[in-house]
């Protein structure tokens, strides 16, 4: 088993670097982490920090070891050679395969992206602020990690999800597909390395479509959707199991949203992993009604993946919006209310819902390749003002706030 993680009762942000008003790290960064302070939330979560694809995902990134050059404050600043042998004595099993991929001075750029990191990342720590990361299960086809072990994934497939409410006919990622037989072979030793560099960033992290570890989605290479797909058997707790022997207590939270089996909830229990609800989800039958909330989860008002929150207020039918009970001037601080009253340890809000903003604002479209990725904060936008009505409601819902060091 992966060991319990334990969450405290707390809250905080969902935003990636990109959508920072510079798009990258540096001052911009260190104000939002002043800014989650004075909002009293005790995390910061990102998505993936590699490097994207042409469409901007981080979800298809070009390694999923490897941070992005395009994130850097100063990617000019100087690198010595004794930085560079330590990151390569301690990265050793990917940094050779990035730099084969990345060319002349990706190695430099990964010195760089450390330093940068670690320092907010400290900083972060000192002002009582955690990081949370996200952990996509699959690769990008176009990365190192397939070009360096390419035997590591099947032939002919690829991977998608399921028509769900998201979309009628699934989504086709595209992604390779494990082998996990030739994964088992190696003692999952991929997997290890994925989760040791993942927790040398981040204090925890989301595991993308965690359900893919129990069934998953195999597509035939050059379908036009993932309608007619087929489910196949995952590796179960195996790979999780073989990473808590040689590093610990996995600090992950299993993201279990859509097509989700009592299997995949076995298996998250037997890791004692927490789980996901959604509060805009709450008003329907099922796992995200507040009453059925889990202790030991993650409460988010919406996702990346979803619309934000007044987005979807939107999209509800009069009757559907008098059915939820929120209040019809400000539905965001309403759904922000349930979410942190929630008794989910750890209550996440995407800064889209704080500032109240429709669905131009969105992050992500699923099924969608284009116009997604790209929404970046105004510098100044989130006041002090709304800092401090955040910080009211998170007290009022007892939840932890956060102490400087």
């Known amino acids: 088993m992966s060991g319990v993680v334990q969450l405290p009762r707390s809250s905080g942000i969902l935003l990636h670097p990109t959508s920072l008003p510079g798009g990258r790290l540096g001052d911009e960064a260190y104000r939002f982490v002043d800014w989650l302070a004075r909002a009293g939330q005790s995390w910061w979560q990102v998505l993936p920090l590699g490097p994207p694809d042409y469409t901007g995902s981080p979800y298809q990134s070009a390694s999923a070891f490897a941070g992005w050059r395009g994130l850097l404050a100063e990617p000019r600043v100087r690198v010595t050679a004794d930085e560079v042998g330590e990151l390569v004595e301690r990265t050793g099993y990917w940094i050779g395969d990035w730099a084969r991929y990345a060319g002349k001075g990706a190695v430099a750029d990964q010195v760089r992206f450390e330093r940068e990191w670690s320092a907010l990342r400290r900083y972060a720590a000192g002002r009582g602020i955690r990081l949370i990361g996200d952990l996509p299960i699959y690769i990008a086809k176009e990365s190192a990690d397939y070009a360096a072990r390419p035997e590591l994934f099947q032939r002919g497939f690829v991977a998608g999800a399921p028509p769900d409410s998201l979309g009628p006919n699934g989504q086709l990622w595209g992604n390779p597909l494990y082998d996990w037989t030739v994964l088992r072979e190696q003692e999952y030793r991929w997997w290890i390395e994925r989760f040791r560099r993942t927790f040398e960033l981040f204090d925890l992290a989301r595991i993308d479509h965690f359900r893919g570890f129990v069934s998953y989605w195999q597509v035939r290479?050059?379908?036009?959707?993932?309608?007619?797909?087929?489910?196949?058997?995952?590796?179960?707790?195996?790979?999780?199991?073989?990473?808590?022997?040689?590093?610990?207590?996995?600090?992950?939270?299993?993201?279990?949203?859509?097509?989700?089996?009592?299997?995949?909830?076995?298996?998250?229990?037997?890791?004692?992993?927490?789980?996901?609800?959604?509060?805009?989800?709450?008003?329907?039958?099922?796992?995200?009604?507040?009453?059925?909330?889990?202790?030991?989860?993650?409460?988010?008002?919406?996702?990346?993946?979803?619309?934000?929150?007044?987005?979807?207020?939107?999209?509800?039918?009069?009757?559907?919006?008098?059915?939820?009970?929120?209040?019809?001037k400000e539905p965001n601080w309403s759904l922000i209310e349930l979410a942190l009253s929630s008794r989910a340890a750890l209550a996440l809000i995407p800064a889209q819902d704080v500032l109240g903003l429709d669905s131009r604002a969105r992050m992500n479209r699923p099924g969608t390749a284009e116009g997604n990725w790209r929404w970046r904060l105004r510098r100044g936008q989130l006041t002090d003002e709304l800092a401090d009505r955040l910080r009211e409601v998170t007290e009022r819902r007892e939840r932890q706030l956060p102490s400087s060091r």
């Open 221 to 328: 290479r050059g379908a036009r959707t993932a309608r007619n797909g087929r489910w196949r058997r995952g590796p179960g707790a195996a790979p999780f199991e073989a990473a808590t022997r040689e590093l610990g207590t996995l600090p992950l939270i299993a993201e279990n949203l859509g097509v989700i089996t009592p299997a995949v909830e076995q298996l998250r229990r037997r890791l004692r992993l927490p789980g996901m609800h959604v509060v805009q989800w709450a008003f329907r039958p099922g796992p995200h009604e507040l009453r059925n909330h889990e202790r030991n989860a993650v409460v988010y008002t919406g996702t990346h993946d979803t619309n934000t929150a007044i987005g979807w207020w939107r999209s509800l039918s009069p009757q559907q919006r008098q059915a939820t009970g929120l209040a019809p």
